[in-house]
Each structure stands twice: as structure tokens, then as C-alpha cells.
């Protein structure tokens, strides 16, 4: 013991003056900030069958605290879980279905197609949204007609797309192009929706690499390793 110490001690003994309680050091508090964050964060990602599991662990305020916001988030998670196909919108529904509904809550993403009947590229887009659709039902997938969406519309111009959000055009494709040509596949559409931040998703493989091996044929399509009849 130093004498500096044992001098403090002998004051505090004959009541000269208090004790002094050291307090924790910076190094002590910045640790402990992080074991509380670190906690928190393992709490973040329990879900509401992994917090009853660990009830006995957590404290009564703080379970009930973790259970209430499980809860939000799924039934905001089921709010916008509300779509899973394509609709046929009308020229008279196109505001109320298409540039409105695109400012619901914080805001959707409406995937417009104008197509025309009888053109190859405009039946696999239809095609693959619908796979989509079912997949990402917070996203809300639409057609129309392009001459009924706006008059005298071209269809040459036909599979034009148009995605709406919080009530503008977010974003505008002209043809299939963009997703693999007639290769696209719903791989391709769903690749292409995740780049744009459409879609909140990750894929382990880029699907355009595989397009290659996909020939085009009148009556469909088939990969390279199947026999030709």
C-alpha cells in the first residue's frame, strides 16, 4: 500500500474526511455499453417463439418490451403481405389501383405492365410477374392494355413497364430486354426487381448466367441438354 493511501485511510478512521468511492474507469463503462448492445442485438433477432424459450432468462419488463414490438412488426409484415398476383386494371382504375395505391402507408412499389394480346415477349412477362407476384406479396403487380392506358399507344411499344412508388414513376422499361430478352425467366424478373431496391430479397446465383443455354423455340423453350424430338 502506498503511503498516499494509508495517509487517506488514517484521515477517513479518525472521520477527517470521507471515503472516496472510485467509480468505474472509461475502459469499465465503455464495456459495458457494449455488452449492452451486443444483448440487445441477440434480442433483436429472436423471434416470438424464441423469446417464450427464454423467458425464464429475460427480465418481466424487458421480455414484454421485445414481445410487443414481435408482434408490430409481424402484423405490419401481414398488412403489406396483401397482393400475390396480377391484376387487370381498367383505364379508369389506373389512378386508384396504379399512382395511389403506390402512396399506402410508407409507400409500395406497383409494377405496371401495358401489354398487348398476341405478342410473345408481353405473355412471358405475364407469365413470370404472375411466379413473382406469389412470391413478393408486398409488391403489387398490375396489366393493362396499352391502347386502353393511353390512347393511340403503339404496340410496338408493347411490353412498356412502368413502377410506381409513393405516388411518381419510380422507374420505366421499354421491352423484356432488361430481364433476358425471350430467355427471362421469373430468376431474371426477380434479379432485376432486387437491383432496382423493388424487391428486399437476396439470390446466391446470378440466374442471367444461365440464359445461354436456353433456346427460344415457336412452340416454348428448353435448355441445350434436352433432346429435340
Known amino acids: ?3 498516499k493511501t494509508e495517509w487517506e485511510d488514517a484521515l477517513v478512521k479518525h472521520g477527517i ?3 472516496t468511492v472510485k467509480g468505474p474507469t472509461q475502459d469499465e463503462i465503455h464495456l ?3 455488452e449492452a448492445e451486443q444483448a440487445r442485438d441477440k434480442l433483436d433477432d429472436l423471434t416470438l417463439d424464441d423469446l417464450d424459450e427464454a423467458e425464464d432468462d429475460l427480465d418481466d419488463e424487458v421480455l414484454s418490451r421485445y414481445r410487443a414490438k414481435r408482434m408490430a412488426e409481424l402484423k405490419q409484415a401481414m398488412s403489406k403481405n396483401k397482393f400475390g398476383e396480377v391484376f387487370q386494371i381498367s383505364q379508369q382504375e389506373y389512378k386508384s389501383k396504379v399512382s395511389e395505391a403506390s402512396k399506402e402507408g410508407d409507400g409500395i412499389f406497383v409494377f405496371l405492365h401495358l401489354f398487348v394480346f398476341g405478342k410473345l415477349e408481353c405473355r412471358l412477362l405475364n407469365q413470370h410477374m404472375a411466379s413473382v407476384a406469389q412470391k413478393f406479396k408486398y409488391v403489387k403487380f398490375c396489366k393493362i392494355i396499352g391502347s386502353d392506358c393511353i390512347q393511340n399507344f ?4 408493347c ?4 413502377i410506381y412508388h409513393k405516388g411518381d414513376i419510380y422507374k420505366q422499361v421499354e421491352g423484356i430486354d432488361a430481364f433476358g430478352g425471350k430467355r427471362m425467366t421469373a430468376e431474371t424478373l426477380t434479379w432485376k426487381l432486387i437491383e432496382w431496391k423493388v424487391i428486399d430479397a437476396e439470390m446466391e446465383k446470378n440466374p442471367f448466367e444461365n440464359l445461354n443455354s436456353i433456346r427460344v423455340h415457336k412452340t416454348g423453350r428448353r435448355h441445350d441438354n434436352e433432346d429435340d424430338f
Open 1 to 3: 500500500m502506498s503511503e
Open 159 to 162: 411490353p412498356t413497364i412502368l
Open 32 to 34: 459495458k455499453q457494449m
Open 154 to 157: 403503339p404496340d410496338s411499344k
Open 17 to 19: 474526511i470521507k471515503k
